[in-house]
């Protein structure tokens, strides 16, 4: 009797192990390994409505498609010089150690390059606020228009503001005139979230997005 439940608990878990393991390699698959110690990063922002912007390289990686009025995912490279190319336009970047770039095709078919605002706050949550149309001057407030989140950002720039954990609805203004509002937005504590001012059909739209780092590219 006891050899027949000895050799039952060893079949069962010689079955077990084989199962364990194609688990565990299943879970690690889910889980992308964290990017190295002081690596940069990089996304990009179609903002040009006219196509999706498919298979861009910033040096050895590729960014496969990004549609427009979307931000990818940063991915990472160690600091150095990088050749860019998005949309058949082609530059050198130097990307530094800790910090984060947003490479904008406009939607006038340029590429531009911003610095971001690298965040660690676990208390507070990081807006970041881009205005990538033709107005002159540019603040974020709140929808009703009564109190001032990001103030007087010119074209082509971003400019960042720590705010606390709220679900808010937002607003681009120029001269007090609201141009464009967000649905409400869960900003969450320890997270950055990005809202890009971008022209459709001659008038600005605001699109938001968390900000999201992918290290498996």
């Known amino acids: 009797m006891t050899y027949a439940i000895r050799s039952i608990v060893l079949t069962l878990f010689g079955l077990l192990v084989p199962f364990a393991a194609a688990q565990a390699g299943g879970e690690d698959a889910l889980y992308a390994a964290q990017a190295p110690d002081n690596a940069a990063f990089v996304r990009v922002v179609n903002a040009d409505t006219r196509g999706k912007v498919s298979d861009i390289t910033i040096g ?27 949309a058949g336009h082609t530059r050198t970047i130097h990307l530094a150690p800790n910090q984060y770039y947003t490479l904008i095709l406009t939607d006038s078919g340029e590429l531009k390059v911003l610095q ?99 290290t498996s590219v």
Do not use: C, H, W
Not at 117 to 124: E, G, H, S, V, W
Not at 154 to 165: D, F, L, S, V
Not at 182 to 190: D, F, K
């Open 116 to 214: 971001d605002k690298a965040f660690d706050n676990p208390r507070k949550a990081l807006i970041s606020f881009y205005n990538l149309t033709s107005e002159s001057s540019m603040a974020l407030k709140t929808s009703d228009g009564k109190v001032a989140v990001i103030k007087s950002v010119p074209p082509m720039q971003a400019k960042n503001r720590e705010i606390n954990a709220v679900k808010i609805a937002l607003a681009s203004f120029s001269n007090d005139q609201p141009l464009a509002k967000t649905e409400p937005v869960n900003l969450q504590r320890g997270k950055v979230f990005s809202i890009f001012a971008i022209n459709v059909g001659g008038s600005p739209r605001l699109v938001v997005t968390e900000n999201r780092v992918d």
């Open 60 to 86: 050895d990686k590729t960014i496969k498609e990004v549609e427009p009025l979307e931000a990818s995912p940063y991915i990472f490279q160690m600091e150095g010089d990088y050749p860019v190319n998005v």
